[in-house]
């Protein structure tokens, strides 16, 4: 089943800060967070893994919420190279196929 | 590390003819591969999951008859699409997940393969 993403689009200044939101109805085992550019393949930014965990680089943070089935995306201080879609892929606890679904994505657009 | 081609990375046909889309990891082995299907502005949806030297598993609504999948060894899957009709023309992405030396978590994917079918 298909996580949903909020919100579907936003816009930012440079400097400012957004939340991505993740959701899914199944326990989940696994999200993994992607960007992608226009015409581009997704580029990976991070995986979270049932236990509850939180990790970040650079200025891109996501935690995930094993209880409400939830992951956020926190992009901090954004810069121009941050505009993109943002995807998160979602593994289901138990499933066994290490299969990915993704939500609808977030298109982020970041201006000067 | 962990890098994963496709090629090729742009193809234009005629309706009726059959295309073939290569996915290598280059680096790491590959013990099972995916293909997406993205149309503009959409989301990735999964086509198939293949593992190395068995039959691939097709996502509901998808023809396997249509779109072959070779998983031949463990760098390189094939995606076939048979008789191809406009209604196919998309971006098809292959992504690898892998074992030893590389997060057997992560799925690694290649750059895609924009596909117009005339």
């Known amino acids: 089943q298909q996580p949903v993403q909020s919100p579907q689009a936003v816009i930012l200044r440079e400097g400012e800060d957004a939340v991505i939101n993740c959701s899914s109805s199944?326990?989940?085992?696994?999200v993994h967070w992607y960007r992608q550019k226009h015409g581009e393949a997704p580029v990976f930014l991070m995986i979270?893994?049932?236990?509850?965990e939180q990790k970040g680089h650079d200025k891109i943070s996501a935690s995930f919420n094993e209880k409400k089935q939830q992951s956020s995306l926190y992009l901090t201080a954004s810069q121009l190279s941050y505009s993109g879609t943002y995807f998160c892929?979602?593994?289901?606890?138990?499933?066994?196929?290490?299969?990915?679904?993704f939500g609808k994505g977030t298109k982020l657009s970041v201006i000067p | 590390g962990a890098v994963v081609s496709q090629h090729p990375s742009r193809v234009i046909c005629k309706s009726g003819t059959s295309v073939k889309i290569e996915c290598r990891s280059l680096?790491?082995?590959?013990?099972?591969m995916f293909w997406y299907r993205q149309f503009p502005k959409q989301s990735l949806m999964l086509m198939a999951t293949?593992?190395?030297?068995?039959?691939?598993?097709?996502e509901q609504g998808v023809e396997k008859d249509k779109f072959l999948i070779n998983h031949a060894s463990l760098t390189l899957s094939t995606l076939t699409v048979t008789s191809a009709h406009p209604e196919d023309s998309s971006f098809y992405i292959c992504s690898a997940r892998g074992a030893a030396g590389v997060n057997w978590n992560e799925q690694f994917f290649g750059p895609g393969t924009r596909l117009t079918v005339l």
């Open positions: 979270l893994l049932k236990g509850g």
């Open positions: 199944k326990a989940l085992y696994s």
């Open positions: 680096d790491f082995q590959a013990t099972t």
């Open positions: 892929g979602t593994e289901i606890t138990g499933a066994g196929s290490y299969q990915l679904t």
């Open positions: 293949s593992n190395e030297g068995s039959k691939a598993t097709y």
